[in-house]
């Protein structure tokens, strides 16, 4: 975690129809604003390097769903699978990534 190079910073996360604020400024937190009521969440981050510029998120949150992201900083996009626990669903997302605090 401690080579991922968002950590202590803000990057906008824009998927097209949705999109979030995640908060990488705490290391091995993400906080994001969530759409359907407007409250924060933080959850575990877990981060692996697959190559320069191209890293892993996993994270859960509050039980609702699980997600992992593949954030390809050299192109600045983000692919994500979020898994919906309650009725084991799952969607796909593809977006661009960028900085917020400068």
């Known amino acids: ?3 991922f190079p968002l950590t202590g910073q803000i990057w906008r996360i824009d998927y097209g129809e949705i999109a979030f604020e995640h908060d990488y400024r705490v290391p091995g937190k993400l906080s994001f604003v969530l ?3 407007g409250s924060t969440m933080t959850v575990d981050l877990a981060v692996t390097k697959l190559r320069d510029n191209l890293y892993l998120l996993r994270f859960e949150d509050g039980g609702y769903a699980s997600m992992v992201a593949i954030e390809d900083l050299a192109a600045n996009t983000v692919n994500t699978t979020m898994f919906v626990h309650h009725d084991s669903s799952m969607m ?3 977006g661009k990534i960028s900085r917020v605090d400068a």
């Open 1 to 3: 975690m401690n080579d």
């Open 35 to 37: 759409p359907t009521d």
């Open 92 to 94: 796909n997302f593809t």
